[in-house]
C-alpha cells in the first residue's frame, strides 16, 4: 500500500489512540487512562481546576467527575484558591504519587510494546512532532475565536 492509498494520518492516529485506551487497562490496574492523564498534570504545589480542564481537555463537569473519585481514591487532594475563593486548586498526595508511580511503569511497557518497531531516534522525533501538534492545538485553542484561521 503506497501513502496514497494509506488512511489519512488523523484515522491512523485515532486507531492507535483506541489501542492505546484497550492496553492501559492492562497497564493501569485499578485505574483509567484519563485517571492517570490527570495525574501527570498535577505537582505538589497544585493546578488550578480550569487549569486542568484545559489541559485535558474536558470540560468542567466532566472534570469534576473524574476528580471526585481520585479524591475518594486518596489521590489527589483539592482546596479553594486562597486569591479566589471562587477557584478550586488540585494538588497530587503522597498516595498519588505512589500511585502515579506505579502507572508510569505500566505505561512505560505500554509504550515500549507500542512502539517495538520503531528505533530510540524514531521515538524521539514521533514524541517531538506529536507534541509540537498538541501544543499547537492548545495555542489555538486558548485564541478569541475571531482569530482563529
Do not use: F, W
Amino acid at each position: 500500500m503506497t501513502d496514497s492509498e494509506s488512511p489519512r494520518l488523523a484515522v491512523l492516529l485515532a486507531k492507535l489512540s483506541k489501542t492505546v485506551y484497550r492496553k492501559s487497562e492492562e497497564a493501569l490496574p485499578g485505574m483509567s487512562i484519563k485517571d492517570y492523564l490527570a495525574l501527570t498534570n498535577l505537582d505538589d504545589r497544585g493546578v488550578p481546576q480550569q487549569r486542568l480542564a484545559e489541559c485535558l481537555g474536558m470540560d468542567e463537569n466532566n472534570l469534576v467527575l473524574l476528580l471526585n473519585g481520585l479524591e475518594e481514591a486518596g489521590s489527589i487532594a483539592r482546596r479553594r484558591d486562597p486569591d479566589d475563593r471562587r477557584r478550586h486548586i488540585v494538588g497530587i498526595t503522597p498516595r498519588g504519587k505512589k500511585v502515579l508511580e506505579r502507572a508510569e511503569r505500566g505505561m512505560d511497557k505500554l509504550e515500549q510494546e507500542l512502539l517495538s518497531a520503531l528505533s530510540q531516534s524514531e521515538r524521539a522525533t514521533l514524541r517531538q512532532l506529536v507534541r509540537r501538534v498538541l501544543e499547537s492545538q492548545v495555542a489555538s485553542a486558548r485564541q478569541p475565536e475571531a482569530a482563529r484561521p
